[in-house]
Nanobody, 132 residues
Framework: QVQLMESGGGLVQPGGSLRLSCVAS?????????IGWFRQAPGKVREGVSC????????YYENSVKGRFTISRDSAKNTVYLQMDSLKPEDTAVYYC????????????????????????WGQGIQVTVSS
């Protein structure tokens, strides 16, 4: 059974840091999958945050987090991380990770993440609250 499990969320003050983890289980291999991080704040639609290609050579960040968040993956551990620094109250949301088959060229990765409709497995989400 394929599962994704997020961890590392919590309450942090503005300017603080958190590191989210997304652990995948039940996959024969994650070698062919891109991983994306999304978030959903109360009353808002789910939005993309960042994504990383299947081999880890490409990553994309939405403008709202660029320069503050860093995505990485450890293939040996089937885990993707999202290091979140300089957190702001507007980063408060439930964060989700998802998998997408990685069909995309290097040139595609320079301009965006795989479309949300391409993600076929999702974690249950983890709350991140940024507040003083």
């Amino acid at each position: 059974q394929v599962q994704l499990m997020e961890s590392g969320g919590g309450l942090v003050q503005p300017g603080g840091s958190l590191r989210l983890s997304c652990v995948a289980s039940g996959f024969t291999t994650l070698h062919y999958y891109a991983i994306g991080w999304f978030r959903q704040a109360p009353g808002k639609v789910r939005e993309g945050v960042s994504c990383i290609s299947s081999d880890g050579s490409n990553a994309y960040y939405e403008n709202s987090v660029k320069g503050r968040f860093t995505i990485s993956r450890d293939s040996a551990k089937n885990t993707v991380y999202l290091q979140m620094d300089s957190l702001k109250p507007e980063d408060t949301a439930v964060y989700y990770c998802g998998t997408s088959r990685d069909y995309y060229s290097d040139s595609y990765w320079r301009v965006g993440c795989p479309p949300r409709t391409e993600y076929d497995h999702w974690g249950q989400g983890i709350q991140v609250t940024v507040s003083s």
